[in-house]
């Protein structure tokens, strides 16, 4: 019977080190998740602005290079979306963006 109980504990502490080594190894992938989506919405957050920049400059776009940058931001609105990260200046420089694209109609 002793025999029974040692190997209870052995594994009860055993299942309990691998949940403490899981829950670690969770985390550490939530963080790295996190900073790999801010890093790409940094970069997306800057070919917008830059689109948007160039556009003021007078640099002409064509409709392809509009239709890029649409997608460009379809996929920062994702990542801000799970991640309830905000700016709102990406906001009105993607107002402007579209409304040049509307004057190319």
């Given amino acids: 019977m002793q ?4 190997w209870t504990v ?6 309990t080190s691998i949940v403490t080594i899981l829950t670690a190894i969770n985390k550490i992938l939530d963080y790295k998740f996190k900073d790999f989506y801010d890093n790409q919405r940094l970069q997306l957050r800057f ?3 830059s689109f948007a920049g160039d ?6 776009k ?3 290079e509009f239709e890029a940058i649409f997608d460009l931001y379809g996929r920062y609105e994702l990542i801000v979306d799970k991640f309830k990260f905000k700016n709102h200046f990406i906001e009105n420089e ?3 963006i ?8």
Avoid: F, H, P, V
């Avoid at 025999?3 to 040692?6: E, F, G, L, R």
């Fill in 10 to 15: 052995l594994i009860a502490s055993t299942i």
């Fill in 98 to 105: 579209t409304d040049q694209y509307e004057k190319l109609k």
């Fill in 47 to 49: 070919e917008i602005c």
């Fill in 55 to 60: 556009l003021r400059n007078g640099i002409i």
């Fill in 94 to 96: 993607y107002k402007y």
């Fill in 62 to 64: 064509t409709r392809q």
């Fill in 3 to 6: 025999d029974i109980s040692n």
